[in-house]
């Protein structure tokens, strides 16, 4: 479920991301409004918010620690072996099990949504523009 303060930091990410008054009459009709991204980063945030954590449980690296015979417990093998006996603080292996700590954080939604909004940007905006000019 959904808790208020995910929905709020969502809100206030969503509009905290420009104003409208910073885009050019051209941006309003072709569709790149920050409004007409709003479902990008929608759909952006809460995929990632529930899909990012299931994705690296199912690699391994879950909250309770690295599961054995896992792609996880590959790397961090592997990690340890390339850096002498020790998996490096701050290393691949140690970034990706610190997120698998956080499943269903705030930080997940708010990459997610960052995420969404650049697809709109680049790809949706970025071929009406070059239909446009064609």
Request: proline share 2%; net charge neutral.
């Amino acid at each position: 479920m959904w808790r208020q303060s995910q929905l709020l930091f969502l809100l206030c990410l969503v509009l905290s991301g420009g104003s409208a008054d910073k885009f050019t009459d051209d941006e309003e009709e072709d569709g790149c409004t920050l409004i007409d991204a709003l479902p990008y980063v929608v759909v952006g945030g809460a995929a990632l918010m529930y899909a990012g954590p299931a994705l690296l449980a199912t690699l391994g690296f879950q909250a309770t620690g690295i599961a054995a015979n896992s792609v996880g417990s590959w790397l961090m093998s592997w990690s340890a072996i390339s850096s002498g006996g020790g998996v490096p603080a701050g290393g691949v292996v140690a970034t990706l099990q610190s997120l698998g700590a956080q499943a269903g954080s705030v930080a997940w939604g708010s990459v997610g949504s960052k995420l969404g909004y650049t697809v709109h940007q680049n790809f949706i905006c970025g071929k009406k523009q070059k239909s446009k000019k064609l």
